[in-house]
């Protein structure tokens, strides 16, 4: 029994078992020096390139949102419809990308530099299987799909805008995956510099697209696309030109292995899944929005919802430097700082929020106001600003169940951190929204506070789980030795 787990223990390092060491200081960047070090410092330097580059990425997001408010509500409705659908994309970019972090720096932990290329390789090459199958699929049964979704009157602005924005599918999935093999190695700067530049490009080009090219709704997808396939192309030039990153993506380093394949799948699909569950969980709501208060609903709640994802961003940037050093520390058998990593996450995104909560709940009428600044959709703001009020509860009890995730995912445990978000989306936020908009006649504010309720009950879920974990693996290790 004692042998067994610890074999069991040990068996953190992925692909090759001929561990190339990479110990040595001349072997190190930057980042892998800083993530093999203090996970609390480690934490602090990595997300705090994240939140830049995050910000920025969900500035562009808000600033679609505002330019094609100006075009109508049934425009804004139009891409709310579609967000379900461009969510998944979203989840898989970053459910690879996540994968990819995961595996790497479990190898980085390892000390095994021959896994260490080969699984960013691997990373590359199911990125682009995806990206063929889902382009194709997707462009095929677009129409379908957003008719069941409730699409309805807005149908034909919805397709003009989906079509050209899963064209681009292939530059989504590319960059997620290259920021996780960059994330993996400690390089977020890197990361920041590229997000900023698809970002800004995104923000110029919006107006230019929507407006005085007269390109309407499409505009705003096409300026997605372009600012996409310009940051891929950096992307490719930094990895296989400059070649200065620490993982070295050549096809000299590249072995087909199931065992690698595995190790980023694992956390890979059930980290894409979590988002599909949120896309599922999104497109229920919009159903029950529409049952309850019609499709204004669903554009107060699409508008809304993308500055809450912006509140957010510093708890979701914490929650990703987790993943890789969970990673690490795993792959080196260091388990005390997975508790060091998930203690302090959870207190560093517990005081972020509760400044974010009380800023937005003081400026949630002016914020609103960005979406009424056209008279088709001024009656909306202050709707808006009441959702914004009552998701100040929401971002306290979300960085228990960020950070937790995140520990899974980093040790490999993707399907436990997929079963989590499952229970907080599916299992209490879909009900609770149910239940209070309907059950209990509270309309859409039912909806609202049923995201609140259903994410008090998931954190505190997913923190007990974590806890649970880290605590019997260190005592797994006592035994072994």
């Not at 003009?160 to 400690?186: D, H, K, P």
């Not at 200065?244 to 980290?271: H, M, Y």
């Not at 929005?289 to 669903?298: E, F, N, Y």
């Not at 505190?460 to 974990?469: E, F, N, P, T």
């Amino acid at each position: 029994m004692k042998d067994k787990m610890k074999d069991n223990i040990s068996s953190s390092s992925v692909g090759s078992d001929k561990n190339e060491s990479i110990g040595d200081l001349g072997g190190k960047t930057e980042g892998v020096a800083l993530i093999t070090g203090d996970p609390k410092k480690a934490i602090i330097k990595l997300a705090g390139p994240l939140v830049v580059a995050m910000i920025l990425t969900s500035t562009y997001n808000l600033v679609d949102a505002i330019w094609v408010s100006g075009l109508g509500g049934n425009a804004l409705a139009a891409v709310g419809f579609v967000t379900p659908l461009f969510m998944i994309l979203v989840g898989l970019s970053n459910g690879l990308g996540a994968g990819a972090t995961s595996a790497i720096s479990r190898c980085i932990g390892a000390r095994n530099q021959e896994g260490v290329n080969n699984t960013a390789m691997h990373t590359l090459i199911i990125t682009i299987i995806f990206a063929v199958i889902l382009t194709v699929l997707l462009e095929i049964f677009l129409n379908p799909v957003l008719l069941t979704l409730g699409a309805g009157e807005t149908i034909g602005l919805a397709i003009e805008y989906g079509r050209v924005t899963f064209a681009g599918t292939i530059f989504m999935l590319f960059t997620g995956a290259a920021y996780g093999i960059l994330r993996s190695e400690g390089d977020t700067k890197r990361t920041m510099h590229a997000m900023m530049v698809s970002s800004l490009v995104n923000i110029v080009l919006d107006p230019i697209l929507i407006y005085l090219a007269g390109w309407g709704i499409a505009g705003a997808a096409w300026a997605t696309l372009i600012s996409q396939a310009l940051v891929s192309v950096i992307l490719l030039y930094w990895f296989f030109k400059k070649k200065d990153t620490f993982v070295n993506l050549s096809w000299e380093f590249f072995k087909v292995d199931l065992k690698v394949t595995r190790s980023i799948l694992a956390v890979g699909l059930p980290a894409s899944a979590e988002f599909m569950v949120m896309s599922a969980v999104t497109a229920i709501l919009n159903v029950i929005l529409v049952q309850v208060s019609g499709t204004d609903a669903v554009a107060v709640y699409s508008a809304g919802w993308r500055v809450v994802i912006m509140a957010i961003i510093p708890l979701v940037a914490v929650g990703t430097s987790v993943i890789t050093l969970s990673g690490v520390a795993y792959g080196a058998r260091k388990y005390q700082n997975l508790r060091i990593a998930h203690t302090y996450s959870i207190k560093l995104g517990l005081a972020v929020a509760s400044i974010t909560g009380v800023l937005t709940f003081i400026f949630a009428p002016y914020i609103a106001q960005i979406f009424a600044y056209s008279p088709e959709t001024a009656y909306l703001a202050p709707t808006i600003a009441a959702f914004l009020q009552v998701m100040c509860v929401f971002y306290i009890f979300v960085p228990p169940g960020i950070m937790s995730s995140s520990v899974f995912q980093g040790v490999g445990k993707g399907v436990t951190s997929l079963i989590l978000t499952v229970l907080r989306q599916l299992l209490f936020v879909a009900i609770f929204a149910y239940l209070l908009a309907i059950n209990f006649k509270m309309g859409q504010q039912g909806v609202w506070w049923g995201i609140v309720a259903g994410d008090i009950a998931g954190g505190v879920v997913a923190y007990l789980w974590a806890r649970l974990y880290i605590s019997r693996i260190q005592k797994q290790v006592g035994i072994a030795k």
